[in-house]
């Protein structure tokens, strides 16, 4: 029987495939879901400092070919969260708190209240589309790099950057030289392509109300670019930070792909959307197959191990 575990400092990974952030994971029941499914951990729906309900109208559509949102940060507040950490230990499985502001002060509040209680590590959401009249953080260098720098000297505890996309390999050269400088433990690529849309041409309008219809794009579609962007953070990393993947995941293959591009753990968005968690246990039996026929008996020995043609 293939060995599937992996590891990120503290997070072990029994079987690495878990929820992206921002599917089910933004009530406790939706957590509790994901924790008594097949899935190696969770990842909770990025936090603010307030409870907020999110943009209105239709906010998520999908095709076959992908889907966007545009949310606008539906949670329950922070301390809603907190006051599940200890609860959710019982299950073993990795806790990981997204937490996402607008601005840098906020995001400093949220990491001594997330730092006080056991969630397993912190991912920083740098890269949230859906804010009106916001811009991305992870754009912004400069900002980003020295607000990282004040989060790590607040928590001990694993921290994780969730990045979107980026469109040139100087970008993601730079980004791990810094993030390798201030100590950030891993990162999430990619968050969805900020600005993507689906028209309806019978009705002549837009999918989705919010932000003049256009939100993240996610799931099929965005694949290639996720992966490229795993194989270069691994590159320029010389794997010293450890990437978890996120970006059109729906099968076991997917899965493989991105282990060999670099990834330790991979999470699924789109698809979980569309399957529920039962995608879990579909996944881990036909990864469990793919690796029998392989012959690979240890998932982690085939992290990164892509071939380039010369
Ligand atoms: C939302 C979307 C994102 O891609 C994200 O990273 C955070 C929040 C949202 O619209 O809720």
């Known amino acids: ?80 969260y907190c006051s599940l950490a200890e609860r959710l230990t019982k299950y073993n499985k990795p806790v990981i708190l997204s937490i996402a502001g607008f601005k840098k002060d906020d995001y400093k509040k949220l990491i001594v209240k997330a730092d006080k209680v056991p969630f397993s590590a912190i991912e920083v959401n740098l890269s949230c589309p859906n804010i009106e009249g916001k811009g991305i953080f992870a754009y912004d260098f400069n900002t980003m790099f020295r607000l990282l720098n004040a989060l790590r000297k607040k928590t001990k505890k694993t921290l994780g950057v969730k990045l979107p996309p980026y469109t040139q390999r100087e970008q993601i050269k730079e980004v791990v030289a810094n993030f390798r400088k201030i100590g950030i433990d891993f990162i999430t690529t990619m968050n969805t392509f900020p600005l993507g849309t689906f028209i309806d041409w019978k009705k002549e309008s837009m999918r989705i109300n919010p932000n003049m219809g256009i939100g993240g794009l996610a799931g099929n579609a965005v694949k290639p670019i996720a992966l490229s962007q795993v194989i270069l953070f691994r590159y320029f990393s010389e794997g010293k930070l450890p990437v978890i993947a996120v970006g059109g995941i729906s099968s076991a293959q997917d899965i493989y792909e991105f282990i060999l591009a670099g990834a330790s753990a991979v999470q699924i968005g789109t698809a979980l959307l569309k399957k529920g968690t039962n995608i879990f246990t579909q996944l881990k039996r036909d990864l469990r197959g793919l690796l029998m026929e392989k012959k690979v008996k240890k998932l982690s020995d085939k992290v990164g191990r892509l071939k380039f043609l010369s």
């Open 1 to 80: 029987m293939p060995n599937f575990s992996t590891s990120i400092k503290n997070l072990h990974f029994d079987f690495p495939v878990f929820n992206a952030s921002g599917i089910l994971g933004a009530t406790e029941g939706e957590i509790k879901r994901v924790l008594e499914s097949d899935a190696g951990a969770v990842v909770i729906k990025s936090v603010t400092l307030e409870k907020r309900p999110g943009n209105s109208g239709i906010r998520f559509y999908w095709e076959d070919i992908g889907s966007i949102n545009s949310m606008g940060l539906p949670n329950q507040g922070v301390d809603y």
